[in-house]
């Protein structure tokens, strides 16, 4: 079974940053794209970033290019969301999510294009 555990989030002034941590386990974790998702109270979910499967590539949504970073460490299974010049609009709860398909030759950045999601870590930027 494959397992994704989030952490990193908590509450953050306008104009701070946090890193967002997301460990993976149960799938051979350097064949897969993976991506970041967030979804704000009474709104859908919404895509972040998403980095291939040997991280020679990245997207990014318009709201967050220029702000976010997203990386991996194959070596611990490991991806990261670096959020900088955090802004209240960007208070949500943050999901990783592994792409379906191993070795994929663009990156995807569709929530139906991902198979397995964390619990979720929240991100609260006040004002």
């Known amino acids: 079974q494959v397992q994704l555990v989030e952490s990193g989030g908590g509450l953050v002034q306008a104009g701070g940053s946090l890193r967002l941590s997301c460990v993976v386990s149960g799938r051979t974790f350097s064949a897969y794209g993976m991506g970041w998702f967030r979804q704000a109270p009474g709104k859908e979910r919404e895509f972040v970033a998403a980095i291939n499967w040997s991280g020679s590539s990245t997207y990014y949504a318009d709201s967050v290019k220029g702000r976010f970073t997203i990386s991996r460490d194959n070596a611990k299974t490991t991806l990261f969301l670096q959020m900088n010049n955090l802004k209240p609009e960007d208070t949500a709860v943050y999901y990783c999510?592994?792409?379906?398909?191993?070795?994929?030759?663009?990156?995807?950045?569709?929530?139906?294009?991902?198979?397995?999601w964390g619990q979720g870590t929240q991100v609260t930027v006040s004002s």
């Open positions: 999510a592994t792409d379906a398909s191993p070795y994929r030759r663009y990156v995807a950045h569709e929530d139906d294009e991902y198979d397995y």
